[in-house]
């Protein structure tokens, strides 16, 4: 009888950087998925959550898409921490699951509202953006590679704000979910620096002085107009 070899698992050199490829993979498909979830769902501020079930699925595939490619140097060392692709799967699945709960809040919380209210949100963003909690959140999920529940709280405490803006402006609006993704992509990966962190804080307060002031000038923040239909 001919025997099968079983097949071997990889590496422990392997293991970082194939846990690095699928976390951008399933990242690269998650965008994929949410651009075509959110097909028709862009309405500004008058946007609606809709059925639970959708937005649950529509949350969980953004907060993926979003999240996963900032994170994947924490995947990377839990890999080479623990030699196993199963342990950083379960990191990563725990630090998702802390964002996929952060849903239910933006479900209760999302419901068509006015400028006024979205300018509120991204001031307050923008304030939070300067306190000592905020730069102890994002030192953290710069280096916590603990636990995947442990990071994903850090690093929700360090993005927040940011999330509370995209659903202010437009929960299903690819634009401002490709913004605030590469926002805090980069407060991942990046030291913080005052010369960067104090502009963008003023930047998300000036955005909130416009929305209140000039909302016009944002551009997807009111749903089109529709058509007038004109009689024979």
Known sequence: MVKVAAPRAPGPARVPAIAIAAALGLAAACWAVSAWL??????????????FWFFAA???TMMTAMMLPGTAPAVARRA???????????????????????????YALDRPHGAVAAGAVAIAAGCYELTAMKRNFRRRCREEAGSGLAYGLCCLGSGIG???VLVALDVMSLLWMA??????????????????????????????????????HIPGLMAPAMPMRTGM
């Open 179 to 216: 913004v605030v993704a590469a926002v805090a992509c980069a407060q991942k990966l990046l030291p913080a620096k005052a010369a960067v962190d104090i502009p963008l804080a003023l930047a998300l307060i000036g955005l909130g002085l416009v929305l209140i002031i000039a909302p016009a």
């Open 80 to 106: 080479a921490a623990s030699g196993t692709l199963r342990a950083a799967a379960l990191f990563t699945g725990c630090y998702l699951g802390v964002w996929a709960v952060t849903g239910l809040a933006a």
């Open 162 to 164: 940011l999330m509370a």
């Open 58 to 60: 529509a949350w969980v």
């Open 38 to 51: 959110m097909n028709g769902m862009d309405m500004g501020v008058a946007t609606r959550p809709g059925p």
